[in-house]
């Protein structure tokens, strides 16, 4: 005993020359590198004071005072920390008879488990029990990390420094303190009060034993849904227990018969569970143990109970999840935050948070394109764009074509007003063309998209539709900034307060609020009142959505849609003078949900809110659009209207181009982009600006079956009434005032000619029978009419 007690320089000196044996020496030598690296992690221990535990609680009420609950910590661990002469002796007693019932024996490690695990091991051929003591068990706590021989290495060594620095009591009280008690809940503390509604001091041995259990398969033992293989796991804690002595088997048995009663799977929160983990995250390292939030606890069940709804109604749809949000648009405060359907349903990855989660947002950010453009006067109201096939070449991969949401078809020539209304795909994408995709991510960013971190070419022209991921808060607050015509404002979470109804004083705190990093008006007014009145005007978006579909209510809104590319999202983001709310309908793990659009699926959830919403009291009318003039327009040209024109509304002009349109005659007759698209038409009034065959086009080749009739429509542009001659390879086929002509396909190389008047346009093209012969660019014909692309 004397030579362990003297320092390994010591025991070399006085050993050493007493014993000259080769092999002696050598086994000396490794008993002092042991003794050297057991001393080791005196010199480096971990003290209690080093893995403390935020032990304050925070309460939060609503704006009026009502309990919103209380949380343990500040995220979504629900723990709490207590020292042990605050828990249960049965707890102790029961925790260290079924993970280490040597505690109070051994040191860091248990010699004796280690031996025992290796032999049960080497009879059975595989892994019987572990050797893990209870120190061992908080070392890996502190540091997950996977069962590998390295970390397992370094999980022995931490266990070291544990027992270096703390007593045994302390080991067990971090222990007991960080136990993962199934889901999110941490520590004998936290289960005991959220299965039992009690302390940890005040449970008795039935229930002592039962939670004792869980650590065991935290994640197959939780006492909601898994009961039978947890009261088994019980018996063999309670044998445990009879076994060390700590009780007796008759009350063994009693403990494991006796009725135990589960509180409500709430853990003590009353409503908006998502918001109180969010927004305590967000509190300062020093905060009030009392918080009064913006939140009103009467809407927001009413909003938690709508989103259960909407996700019962659409399960046939493999709809499982939804969230929403609502801010009060005067001040900013947030009213309701809702992140799923049951924060407490863990099948369903309740935990999960969609106000917060990155989504592709569909065509929510359309209208702040449009805005953009309108500001920087790349486009006005009445400017017509063009809803054709349009491909786009990106450099190193496929041509890019967008199409519209709905059955692939194309509107032709639209007003601004109907392409952001129905949420058409290629007018957005052309004006974003015009806007520049690094001007419009800026604008995004001045916005408070944060996450949309990648440069302008990572998203291109994909952006407008959604290619980027945003959250739902992200989006609530853009169209707050909108809804209030650019005039930005903080989003409030919590109030200054100093006093709540019927309570003590609480301490004094600031409002905690989510600011821009520009505090200047970030959208200009006009063109944000513009807007506002474009996503209120029902009529437009009666294309698409109807003139009495869910977006319709009886006071004004101005309300976008979006969904994600194969149905995983869907979004309806809305807003009256008085408030902003902001929906998602979808799947967490990104499942695809059955056809199912934004206006079946987040619209319903938003519509029942905005009606709850005003339900005593009507919002106001949205602003008049000061500085802007109202024009009669045609609807094809986009300039004052001609006696030719099919269609005349009303639309808003810049003071500064009121000159061009009392000198501007708008023309019917369409550029050559619309080509393509004018072929399909069947009954179109509309023409291309000149005299033009628009089909065949020049050098296109056609394939036809062999011995089949089949017809080739010959289509021209430029005229209405004017009688047309039609020449195929010298010889006159047909006068006619129609602008289109029927021919049978002939194999052979065909010139076709069209005069009418003084204007003359000719078009080359080929039909062959198919033969299995390549084919070249232009378009195969192969059927009734029928032709399909080949890469022109």
Known sequence: MRILRLWPIEIIQKVWPKYRNQKFRLFLVLVLICLIVRSLPYLAPIRTADIAQEQSAIEFSDRNGLPLGTILTRDQEHTAAVPLNQVSSHFVRAIIAAED???????????????????????????????????????????????????????????????????????????????PMSGNIYGVEAASR?????????????????????????????????????????????????????????????????????????????????????????????????????????????????????????????????????INNPTGEILAYVGSPDYFNQTEIG??????????????LKPFL??????????????????????????????????????????GPVRVRIALANSLNIPAVRVLEKVGVPSFLNRLHELGFEH???????????????????????????YVTLARQGQFTPILTTFDADRLPNSQPIIEQKALAFQLPNSQPIIERKAAALIINMLSDTHARAREFGVDSVLVLPFPTAVKTGTSSDFRDTWTVGFTTDYTVATWVGNFNGDRMKKVSGVMGAAPLWNHIMLHLHEHQEPAAFPTLKGLVQRPICAISGWRPNP?????????????????????????????????????????????????????????????????????????????????????????????????????????????????????????????????????????????????????
């Not at 003591?133 to 544990?162: D, F, N």
């Open 452 to 478: 949309l971190t990648q440069p302008p070419e990572y998203y291109g022209l994909g952006l407008v539709l959604g290619s980027g991921e945003v959250s739902l808060f992200e989006l609530a607050r853009a």
């Open 101 to 179: 019932s040597r505690f109070y024996q051994h040191g860091a490690t248990d010699a004796i488990a280690i031996a025992r695990s290796l032999l049960e091991a080497a009879q059975a051929k595989h892994i019987v029990s572990g050797a893990s003591t209870i120190t061992m068990q908080l070392a890996r706590m502190l540091e997950p990390a996977p069962r590998t021989l390295p970390h397992k290495v370094r999980e022995i060594w931490l266990s070291w420094r544990i027992f270096a620095g703390m007593n045994r009591d302390e080991i067990l009280e971090s222990y007991i303190n960080r136990l």
């Open 644 to 792: 030719d024109c099919p269609s005349v509304v009303q639309e808003y002009f810049y003071p500064e181009d009121i000159s061009k349109y009392e000198t501007e005659s708008g023309s019917l007759k369409l550029s050559e982009e619309y080509n393509g698209w004018l072929t399909k038409q069947s009954n179109s009034s509309l023409s291309n600006s000149n005299f033009k065959i628009i089909f065949p086009q020049n050098d296109d080749y056609f394939l036809m079956n062999q011995n089949e009739n089949s017809r080739l429509e010959f289509k021209i542009s430029g005229v209405n009434t004017t009688l047309i001659e039609w020449w195929l390879n010298g010889k006159k086929l047909a006068t006619q005032s129609s602008n289109s002509l029927f021919w049978h396909l002939k194999p052979g190389e065909w010139n076709l000619q069209a005069k009418s008047g003084g204007m003359v346009d000719t078009v080359r093209f080929n039909v062959q029978v198919a033969n299995n012969k390549s084919v070249r660019s232009g378009f195969s014909f192969v059927g009734n009419s029928t032709f399909l692309p080949t890469g022109k």
């Open 351 to 364: 935990r999960n948070d969609g106000v917060q989660a990155l989504r592709q947002p569909g065509s929510t």
């Open 194 to 326: 959220t299965y039992f509604g009690i302390s940890a001091a005040e449970i008795n041995l039935a229930q002592a034993s039962l939670l004792a259990a869980i650590p065991n398969d935290p994640n197959n033992l939780n006492p909601y849904y898994r009961w039978q293989s947890l009261k088994k796991r019980q018996t063999y804690v309670l044998d445990r227990m009879v076994k060390d002595k700590y009780i007796t088997r008759s009350q063994a048995e009693r403990a494991l018969t006796e009725e135990i009663l589960l509180v409500p799977v709430k853990q003590g929160i009353i409503a908006a569970p998502h918001f109180l983990f969010w927004l305590s995250n967000q509190l300062p390292k020093q905060h009030p143990s009392h918080i009064r939030t913006t939140i009103d606890r009467s809407l927001q069940q009413f909003v938690e109970a709508q989103v259960q709804q909407v996700v019962n109604t659409l399960s046939p749809h493999n709809v499982h999840n939804a969230a929403a949000l609502v």
């Open 370 to 411: 449009y805005e953009l453009a309108l500001e920087k006067r790349a486009i006005r109201a009445n400017t017509i764009l063009a809803d054709v096939p349009t491909y786009y070449a990106i450099p190193g991969a496929k041509l890019y074509s967008p199409t519209n949401y709905n059955d692939r078809t194309f509107l």
